[in-house]
């Protein structure tokens, strides 16, 4: 029969041993997945449960490559000398979880390093927005890039996101992973294509255009985002130029493009700071 661990019926240690290796580590690696999410909802760690960690560690450290063996075995110490440091414990498990993992030839996705937010129940009443500010996203198709797009737009005060027809549905599973919960309350609606609100101002992120660090951003607008693939369409970029024109982010490498969500987030700060700097005067 298993230990109650956090909660949740875990794998006898000796039943753990007798499985195939990969197969033993895979299971190891969830075990200390599911122990770092209980423990950010206790909060503490019991000694039952840290020497049950550390017996683990036991039958692992032996077989791991010496630099990740010795990374094991100071975790280790710490788990059964009984830390009451819990950022100490948190990353001491988020770091073997994740290092086993690796062993196994998995990584993780980009979601998997906020185990805190798994829920995604963010409170909008935490929002800061800032009246006006918002944006277009035009054809972006990775379900992926809207939703870090929709972090990046939540985290700097945007008050709400059109999208085109043929962007990726925020509801998408990968985009709302990606998201954190920011698809929920981050106000957003369909546009029909070329349709804007009337009487706004626009700018496009596209290339071409004025540099990032002396672009005018205005107080109230619509930045267009584009496709990863073609840039912003020739109708969305001829509305830019009859408003506010395009916003260029200066490039060094030789690659000379970004990641549209890169990009997107690179320009929505440098509009909140100078929108920060703008109510701080006034």
């Known amino acids: 029969m298993g230990s109650v661990f956090f909660g949740v019926l875990m794998i006898p240690l000796h039943t753990l041993t007798r499985l195939p290796p990969s197969q033993g580590l895979r299971k190891t690696a969830k075990i200390f997945e599911q122990a770092e999410r209980g423990f950010l909802l206790k909060g503490h760690i019991s000694e039952k449960e840290s020497l049950y960690l550390a017996d683990i560690l036991d039958f692992w450290i032996p077989s791991m490559p010496e630099d990740i063996a010795k990374v094991l075995s100071s975790i280790q110490e710490i788990l059964k000398q009984g830390s009451s440091e819990i950022k100490v414990i948190q990353r001491g498990l988020n770091t073997i979880h994740h290092l086993l993992r690796r062993e196994t030839g998995q990584y993780p996705a980009d979601w998997d390093f906020d185990a805190a937010n798994s829920s995604g129940e963010l409170d909008p009443e935490k929002r800061r927005i800032f009246p006006g500010m918002k944006v277009y996203l035009e054809d972006i198709r990775s379900p992926f890039n809207v939703g870090a797009m929709f ?24 985009a709302e992973r990606t998201a954190m919960g920011c698809v929920s309350i981050l106000p957003w609606s369909r546009l029909e294509e070329g349709s804007f609100p009337p009487g706004t101002a626009f700018f496009a992120l596209e290339t071409g255009g004025t540099k990032l660090e002396e672009f005018p951003f205005p107080r109230q607008g619509i930045m267009i985002a584009g496709s990863e693939e073609f840039g912003v369409s020739p109708k969305a970029l001829a509305a830019a130029d009859a408003s506010l024109g395009r916003l260029s982010i200066p490039i060094y490498g030789a690659k000379a493009s970004l990641n549209v969500s890169v990009a997107f987030g690179i320009a929505i700060h440098a509009w909140a700071v100078s929108l920060t700097k703008f109510h701080a005067e006034t």
């Open 151 to 174: 972090r990046t737009a939540e985290s700097f005060g945007v008050e709400k996101i059109y999208l085109s027809p043929f962007s990726a549905d925020p509801h998408h599973r990968r």
